[in-house]
């Protein structure tokens, strides 16, 4: 009986150690958590899509601050109508309009979506997110909404990698924007 419990005690620290091992140089926790991540946001999106489409709101203006991997960082007052960006205006210095020449990088333009302010609608934004969880699922790193509105509030974007040692995670490896200070125009 000694002999099948030393064994046991041998074979379950073999494979505890081969578990860590895999762990530390693979990370299959945080991909798993990732697929459930994504899972999660395939369920919310159409919800949040739709808790927009029903709140009727058509025109509005928000801030955006983003990083697209340091080809272009838009940061901007926007102000919609009709599904249409009417109106940009600079944070930094604050209220400075922009005119619709300046919308978009030249360089970029609709090749990078964060280099064009006539895609930051909420319909658009909506459809980024849809379009890259069909094509992409997998590079979206997080998506977070609004609770009242259902609008997009949080968004980044990129190629994940997990945080093993084979595999180190790229901390500079996304495409992000933040919206705040949504008000609807009445």
Not at 99 to 109: A, Y
Request: glycine content about 6%; proline content about 7%.
């Amino acid at each position: 009986m000694t002999h099948t419990t030393s064994r046991i005690f041998k074979v379950t620290g073999i494979l505890l150690v081969i578990g860590i091992l895999i762990e530390v140089l693979y990370d299959p926790i945080s991909s798993a958590k990732h697929s459930l991540n994504i899972m999660e946001l395939q369920k919310q999106l159409p919800l949040a899509r739709a808790q927009w489409e029903a709140s009727g709101i058509r025109d509005y203006t928000f801030e955006i601050e983003g990083n697209g991997r340091s080809i272009c960082e838009p940061s901007a007052v926007i102000e919609v109508r009709n599904d249409a960006v009417v109106r940009v205006e600079t944070r930094d210095p604050p209220g400075l309009p922009l005119p619709p020449e300046k919308w978009s990088d030249p360089g970029w333009g609709d090749e990078v979506f964060l280099c064009n302010y006539n895609h930051f609608t909420m319909t658009r934004l909506f459809d980024l997110v849809e379009s890259t969880l069909q094509d992409f699922p997998s590079s979206i790193m997080q998506a977070d909404f609004d609770p009242q509105y259902g609008f997009l509030t949080n968004f980044s974007f990129g190629i994940y990698v997990g945080y093993g040692l084979v595999r180190p995670q790229i901390s500079d490896c996304c495409n992000i924007f933040r919206i705040r200070n949504f008000k609807p125009i009445k």
